[in-house]
């Protein structure tokens, strides 16, 4: 099946530091999403993607869809504590009801 | 928030027996998944349903079954549980329209011994 492959798998910043992670795919998607997961809980979504070359912000947070649609970027800017988790890319491999495909995850460990 | 419940949260088991874990809804959504979730693998898709009583299977679906006999509800069953089951099972929901969005449970954690 298509693979997502996530980077970096993990990151140790310090608070205030801004925080960059990739995903890309061998094949083209049509929506790229992302979701943060805190210990104990659920994926929870934080943007999702529609269009090619979109940019979208929810906050400190912003996501780009690559434009060859096969790669999508994550930033926060100005880490705080709670943005201590783990983030997956997601997409739909097929027409979306079929369920997303995840990557791995990029662990993100904030020092104090 | 999509209302979804899993139970149990936490289960020990031991090698042979059969487990079954439950996921309910309660915002009425058509499809629902099972997934696991393992170190270095991140979330894998076991069974999906896209109404009642018609079920696929995922990426990862050997050794599991499920069924969906009302739309609010989703059973993962594990006829003989091996320890390679250890894992932590989620359960989502797709939200409706078309933003691809699934709503996640908040995990089922079982232990094979």
């Given at each position: 099946g298509?693979?997502?492959n996530q980077?970096p798998?993990?990151?140790?910043i310090?608070?205030?530091?801004?925080?960059s992670?990739n995903c890309?795919?061998s094949s083209?998607?049509?929506?790229w999403l992302?979701y943060?997961q805190?210990?104990?809980?659920?994926?929870v979504l934080l943007?999702?993607?529609y269009?090619a070359?979109?940019l979208?912000?929810n906050?400190?947070l912003?996501?780009q869809?690559?434009i060859?649609?096969?790669?999508?970027?994550l930033?926060?800017?100005?880490?705080?504590?709670?943005?201590?988790g783990?983030?997956?890319?997601?997409?739909?491999?097929?027409g979306?009801?079929?369920?997303l495909t995840?990557?791995?995850g990029?662990?993100?460990?904030?020092?104090p | 928030?999509?209302?979804?419940?899993?139970s149990p949260?936490?289960k020990?088991?031991e090698t042979?027996t059969p487990?079954?874990?439950r996921?309910?809804?309660?915002?009425?959504h058509?499809y629902?998944?099972?997934y696991r979730?393992?170190?270095?693998h991140?979330?894998?898709?076991?069974?999906?349903?896209?109404?009642v009583?018609?079920?696929?299977?995922?990426?990862?679906?050997?050794?599991y079954?499920?069924?969906?006999s009302k739309?609010?509800d989703?059973l993962?069953?594990?006829?003989?549980a091996?320890s390679?089951?250890?894992?932590v099972?989620f359960?989502a929901?797709?939200s409706?329209?078309?933003?691809g969005?699934l709503?996640?449970g908040?995990?089922s954690?079982?232990t094979v011994l």
């Amino acid at each position: 099946g298509q693979q997502l492959n996530q980077s970096p798998q993990s990151m140790f910043i310090q608070e205030g530091e801004d925080v960059s992670m990739n995903c890309t795919s061998s094949s083209i998607f049509n929506t790229w999403l992302w979701y943060k997961q805190d210990p104990g809980e659920g994926p929870v979504l934080l943007i999702a993607l529609y269009k090619a070359g979109e940019l979208t912000s929810n906050g400190r947070l912003t996501a780009q869809f690559g434009i060859t649609r096969k790669d999508s970027f994550l930033n926060i800017s100005a880490s705080i504590p709670s943005d201590v988790g783990i983030y997956f890319c997601a997409g739909p491999p097929g027409g979306g009801a079929d369920g997303l495909t995840f990557g791995k995850g990029t662990h993100l460990i904030i020092q104090p | 928030d999509a209302g979804i419940t899993q139970s149990p949260r936490h289960k020990v088991t031991e090698t042979g027996t059969p487990v079954t874990l439950r996921c309910h809804q309660t915002e009425n959504h058509r499809y629902m998944y099972w997934y696991r979730q393992d170190p270095g693998h991140g979330l894998r898709l076991i069974h999906y349903s896209y109404g009642v009583k018609d079920t696929d299977k995922g990426e990862v679906s050997d050794g599991y079954s499920v069924s969906r006999s009302k739309t609010e509800d989703f059973l993962l069953t594990l006829e003989s549980a091996t320890s390679s089951q250890t894992s932590v099972y989620f359960c989502a929901t797709l939200s409706p329209g078309d933003t691809g969005e699934l709503f996640f449970g908040e995990g089922s954690r079982l232990t094979v011994l």
